[in-house]
């Protein structure tokens, strides 16, 4: 998959996209006047916005405060959809942001090679194959979230799951939150830290504390975008001298 097979650079990608997202909105009033444009980078913005949602959610890191207020505008409604592993939810984001897919190989019967439904249904198999790997992962973190200790019996009650499983799920969510770096290490995604001893679930916080200098850099975009439309209303409505 173009962008989410390699479970190793959900963060990297998570910080590009975000990163592209900040200077679309930044630099947006450059192109508004020039329609060919606008329409293509606003295209390409409502499609990074849903595949960060999706890596967001497999990967929740801080994000700038006009990109995380853009996703919540647009997905609201679905990240919740998100967060309890709803799979038609990402079944629409993925085709919602995942550019056309061609085949490499040239046949008279492509159907036989990919399916009824091409190249685009082979990625989306991929695709939600790595999601069925880590849907669980987002309702088992909102309930480490509020405990900094609890046996693993109880929170296999909240889940509807055995210990065993839920051993299984907590395996798989340090192993899918591990990134490589640049060194050939290895460093977390997490927001918590936790470790089991024997039937007992131990829970650190390791939330980074908020940078409140991207709000105010927001607001002060905003009050620059009212001014420019403030004034160009202005001149349009001004007598010709």
Request: overall charge positive; glycine content about 4%; aromatic content about 10%.
């Amino acid at each position: 998959d173009y962008y989410f097979k390699d479970k190793q650079w959900y963060q990297r990608r998570v910080v590009i996209t975000a990163g592209i997202l900040g200077y679309i909105q930044r630099t947006k009033h450059f192109f508004q006047n020039r329609s060919f444009q606008a329409e293509d980078i606003n295209k390409k913005n409502d499609q990074m916005l849903a595949l960060l949602a999706i890596a967001s959610t497999f990967c929740p890191l801080r994000l700038d405060e006009s990109v995380n207020q853009q996703v919540k505008e647009k997905y609201s409604d679905k990240l919740n959809r998100l967060q309890h592993g709803d799979m038609t939810v990402y079944d629409d984001l993925f085709f919602s942001g995942c550019p056309k897919f061609l085949s490499p190989i040239v046949s008279e019967n492509s159907s036989s090679l990919f399916g009824s439904s091409g190249p685009r249904g082979l990625q989306l198999q991929v695709f939600k194959s790595e999601v069925d790997q880590q849907r669980l992962i987002p309702t088992l973190r909102s309930y480490l979230k509020l405990y900094t200790t609890i046996p693993i019996s109880k929170l296999a009650k909240f889940l509807d799951m055995d210990e065993n499983q839920v051993r299984c799920c907590l395996m798989a969510f340090k192993h899918k939150k591990e990134v490589a770096k640049g060194d050939g290490g290895e460093q977390t995604t997490l927001d918590i830290d936790f470790y089991v001893d024997k039937n007992m679930i131990h829970i650190s916080d390791t939330k980074v504390a908020r940078h409140y200098g991207d709000y105010y850099v927001q607001q002060i975009i905003k009050l620059r975008e009212s001014n420019r439309q403030i004034l160009s209303r202005v001149m349009a409505a001004a007598p010709p001298q």
